[in-house]
């Protein structure tokens, strides 16, 4: 009798072809935030090859969609990225620098991967329940713009994940592991827009009202600020307009951005209220008038124990993925990019999470093929944590670059599609069906999952942090 373990891995392995092909396509077609028409439809058609009934829109974002096939419960969602980053744009398979095109795109976070790799664990699961004549319901759920464009907040908004009874997903990384199992950061995208009067600055300095004044004033105050907020907090900015080059004029015009993030939603929610209220304070004293525009929110990933830890089993009985001596090779390259400081914090910083003996058993190796204890820190912020506040969710790490590859760096663009990252993109489909697996097999198991969920948002029900008013832009600036 075949096992559901082989019946999962043959599934995977039918349509291989296919989903490697997908993962190429999306990393020669980078698209950033709300813009990924071409990764979209390429999506939308290789599951309607499949059987997939697909619905575009989902949540009215242009770049949305959610496809589904069978019936009945339980309503299995795989949640799918696409989107890539700006000036990340750099050749496959090099150990130099080397832009496609100058200041173009690249996927330096490994959403070509991550939307593969949800799309084969859907393939998976479409097989595994035709095959076992099984009564269920597989989603993939296409998220545009997690980069800084908050989609899954959108869509979770819209009630778009209400059906399911879980979310499965996953992230490329340097490393193996589940993620994210202590929560992440919620965050605010703020931006403060100032508006003075021009004036010449030598001539009449006396008559200008300088909006520039009042961005800096914004920033020194929120350096003040920084002392008096939870060590676990982040505070960032970009000045996104200085009001043009010309010093000897008093700038009517100018605006920052700033990304607000804390463990809890509602202390990210009291920074943004403080950072407004500086904002303010510093309007009132160039006698300039500020405007608020809300760009984004995520809230902070809520983990549910008991789905992770079947995701955990799961990823421990398939184990890490072999690599090939070429393999090791081109890692090793990789390795030797990265500047001493970057090697240092592969293995004794945030570049790879697990307690130290994990650590200690990768010294000297260039691709990791441990998988880190269950329950390790990660800092970050994505947009996955409005889906877990909604329904029971559980994502995976898997190893698709050397150790010490950082996100959003043309390192991470050049192993995009290289065998390693494929090679770890199946795995984690491998995983997240197999997860899926356990819980369509064993109901009762299922309900736990559910349950866990229910108690722990019992007195905090999820309240999307996007106001109503705000609404999913058809183009994104970063």
Same mark, same amino acid.
């Given at each position: ?11 995977i392995r039918l349509k291989e072809n296919v989903i490697i092909d997908t993962s190429k396509y999306i990393w020669n077609n980078p698209e950033t935030a709300f813009q990924e028409y071409k990764s979209m439809n ?92 099984l009564e269920g319901t597989v989603k993939y759920m296409g998220c545009p713009a997690e980069e800084g464009g908050a989609g899954k907040g959108f869509m979770a908004r819209e009630g778009v994940f209400d059906d ?15 993620? $994210? ?16 009067? @021009? ?18 004033? %914004? ?96 990823? %421990? ?6 690599? %090939? ?30 307690? $130290? ?39 995976? %790490? ?15 663009? @050049?192993?995009?599609? @290289? ?55 058809? @183009?994104?600036?970063?």
């Amino acid at each position: 009798m075949v096992s559901t373990k082989e019946q999962i891995t043959e599934a995977i392995r039918l349509k291989e072809n296919v989903i490697i092909d997908t993962s190429k396509y999306i990393w020669n077609n980078p698209e950033t935030a709300f813009q990924e028409y071409k990764s979209m439809n390429y999506l939308c058609e290789v599951l309607e090859n499949e059987g997939f009934q697909v619905e575009k829109k989902a949540g009215n974002i242009e770049t949305s969609f959610v496809a589904t096939f069978g019936e009945g419960k339980p309503i299995i969602g795989f949640l799918g990225e696409f989107d890539a980053l700006s000036g990340l744009s750099q050749k496959a398979d090099t150990d130099e620098q080397d832009p496609i095109i100058d200041n173009g795109n690249g996927h330096g976070c490994g959403h070509n991967l991550l939307g593969t790799g949800s799309l084969a664990a859907a393939f998976a699961i479409k097989s595994y329940l035709e095959e076992n004549g099984l009564e269920g319901t597989v989603k993939y759920m296409g998220c545009p713009a997690e980069e800084g464009g908050a989609g899954k907040g959108f869509m979770a908004r819209e009630g778009v994940f209400d059906d399911l009874d879980v979310a499965l997903t996953w992230h490329p990384s340097p490393g193996n592991g589940i993620l $994210m199992s202590s929560g992440s950061l919620a965050n605010y995208q703020i931006a403060y827009q100032f508006e003075g009067v @021009s004036s010449h600055a030598a001539q009449s300095p006396h008559l200008g009202r300088s909006a520039l004044d009042a961005v800096e004033l %914004t920033n020194v105050g929120v350096n003040y600020l920084r002392e008096h907020i939870k060590p676990e907090a982040r505070v960032h900015y970009a000045v996104t307009n200085t009001g043009g080059i010309a010093p000897n004029v008093v700038q009517a015009k100018a605006e920052v951005l700033y990304l607000m993030r804390s463990p809890n939603l509602q202390e990210a929610k009291n920074i943004y209220d403080r950072v407004t209220k500086i904002a303010e304070g510093a309007s009132l004293m160039t006698e300039t008038d500020m405007t608020l525009r809300f760009d984004t929110a995520v809230s902070n990933y809520v983990a549910n124990k008991s789905l992770e830890n079947i995701m955990y089993q799961k990823f %421990t009985e398939l184990g890490t993925v072999k690599h %090939t001596r070429e393999e090791e090779d081109f890692a090793k390259n990789i390795w030797n990019t990265f500047t001493n400081q970057e090697k240092d914090a592969a293995l004794t910083g945030l570049g790879m999470p697990g307690p $130290m003996e994990k650590r200690n058993e990768l010294k000297g190796k260039y691709l990791s093929d441990v998988i880190s204890p269950y329950d390790t820190p990660a800092f970050g912020s994505t947009d996955v944590g409005d889906v877990s506040w909604v329904v029971p969710t559980a994502q995976c %790490t898997v190893a698709t670059g050397a150790i010490g590859t950082p996100h959003h760096s043309w390192q991470m663009v @050049s192993q995009g599609i @290289s065998t390693i990252a494929h090679k770890g993109m199946l795995r984690a489909g491998e995983v997240m069906a197999l997860t899926a697996t356990e819980l369509i097999e064993n109901p009762e198991v299922l309900h736990k999952v559910q349950e866990e969920h229910k108690n722990t948002f019992a007195e905090s029900p999820y309240k999307s942090p996007i106001p109503n008013e705000v609404q999913p832009p058809s @183009s994104f600036e970063e």
